[in-house]
């Protein structure tokens, strides 16, 4: 028998109001470009909400703080090219011309014929769940969850999720790759978010936890700090050039991420960082 825990993420976050969102939705767009700017960062808000339902109009003006008429034209553009549809209930989700898209994207970062094969191993070898998450400036977004066979489960990360970088291990382990004073600005840009949602995770425990990370060449724990009795564990996949930009990781309950079965997990992990790094070469 399986038994579920869920223990969502969003439970600990308000649903609008998010800063960057904002601040981006056309006040950083260089003249001539602001309509496009707005345009994608609506269809990049609608995709976080894709697995909750899509959004309304009111919601999307809300969360952007765009004008009702603009919000309005924005969409019906997306709308009349297929990157969103309207729900019978008048939400708006993602349309199949984002599918294609997203189709396209994922050959061009290898995450479907690659990193989601060693997910799939590594949920399959710890019987928890692994994921595959990929970094966008200052967030990470999961990309893939691979299900173990583990009967109890801990439901704290869905793709589409996107958080940002510094809460969970994937957003650790991000950080633990990049250089002392760029991973130092990341936490400084997201400070606002992390401590409006996660009032423990002050610049100076990320930062903390971050440096342990490093020490462990890489490696980031995150216990219970985004939602209790969970546990996760992540590591970089090494770019040929640049910051990385996929992380694998694994995520289960609490009680089952002792210290011997952690070395374990993360000699896993290693595992396949290295068979993902070879095949970049």
């Known amino acids: 028998m399986e038994i579920s825990i869920f223990l969502p993420v ?75 549809e309207q729900a019978p209930d008048r939400r708006y989700r993602l349309g199949p011309e984002s599918y294609v898209v997203g189709a396209a994207a994922e050959l061009r970062y290898g995450v479907q014929q690659q990193s989601v094969a060693a997910a799939t191993r590594l949920a399959g ?14 967030h990470h977004v999961c990309v893939h ?20 970088l510094g809460v969970g291990a994937a957003g650790l382990a991000f950080l633990a790759a990049l250089a002392p004073e760029v991973a130092a600005a990341a936490v400084a840009a997201n400070e606002h978010e992390v401590v409006r949602e996660h009032p423990h995770l002050t ?4 930062l903390g936890l971050v440096a342990a990370a490093r020490e462990r060449h890489g490696v980031a724990i995150n216990r219970g700090l985004v939602v209790d009795d969970s546990a996760g564990i992540s590591l970089v996949v090494p770019a040929r050039q640049g910051d990385p930009v996929v992380a694998l990781g694994i995520a289960t309950i609490s009680s089952r991420m002792q210290p011997e079965r952690e070395r374990w997990l993360e000699t896993l992990l290693k595992r396949e960082v290295e068979h993902l790094s070879r095949s970049e070469q």
């Open 10 to 84: 969003t439970s600990r976050r308000r649903p609008f109001h998010n800063v960057e969102d904002k601040t981006r939705a056309g006040a950083e767009a260089r003249p001539g470009s602001q309509s496009v700017r707005r345009a994608l960062d609506l269809l990049s808000l609608v995709s976080r909400w894709e697995r909750r339902g899509g959004l309304s109009v009111a919601a999307i003006a809300e969360e952007t703080g765009l004008a009702r008429p603009t919000t309005h034209r924005l969409l019906a553009e997306l709308l009349h090219a297929g990157y969103l």
């Open 125 to 138: 070898a710890s019987e928890d769940v692994a994921f595959v998450s990929i970094r966008r400036h200052h």
């Open 145 to 164: 969850r691979e299900e173990g066979r583990w009967p109890i489960r801990s439901h704290v990360l869905h793709v589409g999720d996107r958080l940002p």
């Open 203 to 206: 610049p100076d425990v990320v």
